[in-house]
């Protein structure tokens, strides 16, 4: 049976804010758990009219992608980040580079959704996966790499002890991620959490459990333009 229902109106459930990119640099972002689709597709079809801002889609399931996509077709989407973008192709990169690290492959979720949240904001940006403390070999591979960089994005659950490692190797800032992967006594990131806000090694900057998005966008500001 068909809906008949008519859609509401975009007033009633969202007010764009659509000068953020002329007040602070950068435009603003959808964040879609907790709206339902349909709510979703009046968003999209809103900033359809505004394509010379970047939009980006975070925490967007199976069903709000096909919401997006109805209205956006050539929306990019990365399915494990829970990402869309539209326009799909990132602006042309400027400013310094941003290195996303990866400690656990369960991390990689939010890690892809830290990098295409830089890149999308105008950064080059490299991902680096699996380099977890239980190995160091694996991250000093990685130093010439990290040191290139002007900010790091460090994403870890477990005992989220890899951002203090990092940010001892390296001059630029580390934003840190604890990721609520882990067993019972990890408290869905808390531990990594508390352990990354103690990091002894300074220049660590610490955002909330599993929020790759606002790690994604302070690495960009931190390697914005001078």
């Known amino acids: 049976m068909t809906d008949t229902r008519p859609t509401p109106d975009l007033a009633s459930y969202a007010d764009l804010d659509l000068d953020r ?4 640099g950068y435009p603003e972002a959808v964040f879609c758990a907790g709206k339902t689709p349909e709510q979703v597709a009046g968003i999209a079809a809103a900033v359809r009219e505004r394509p010379e801002l970047v939009t980006l889609f975070t925490r967007a399931t199976g069903e709000h992608a096909t919401a997006i996509r109805s209205v956006l077709p050539d929306a990019f989407h990365d399915p494990a980040a829970g990402l869309l973008a539209w326009p799909p192709a990132p602006p042309e990169p400027s400013g310094g580079r941003v290195v996303v690290v990866a400690a656990g ?4 979720a939010v890690a892809r959704e830290a990098a295409l ?3 999308y904001l105008g950064r080059r940006t490299d991902l680096v996966v699996d380099v977890g ?3 160091l070999h694996r991250i000093l591979k990685h130093v010439d790499l990290l040191r290139q960089a002007r ?7 477990m005992d989220g002890a890899l951002p203090g490692v990092v940010a001892g190797l390296i001059a ?3 934003v840190a991620v604890p990721t609520s992967v882990g067993y019972g006594a990890a408290f869905e990131g808390l531990a990594a959490l508390l352990t990354m806000l103690n990091a002894c090694a300074p220049g660590v900057a610490v955002v909330n459990i599993d929020n790759g998005y606002g790690a994604g966008h302070l690495a960009a500001q931190i390697a914005a333009p001078a």
Do not use: F
């Open 21 to 24: 990119a002329h007040r602070r």
């Open 151 to 157: 900010a790091v994005v460090v994403v870890a659950g």
């Open 172 to 174: 630029a800032p580390v």
């Open 133 to 135: 403390v239980a190995g």
């Open 105 to 108: 492959t369960s991390d990689l």
């Open 117 to 119: 949240s830089a890149q």
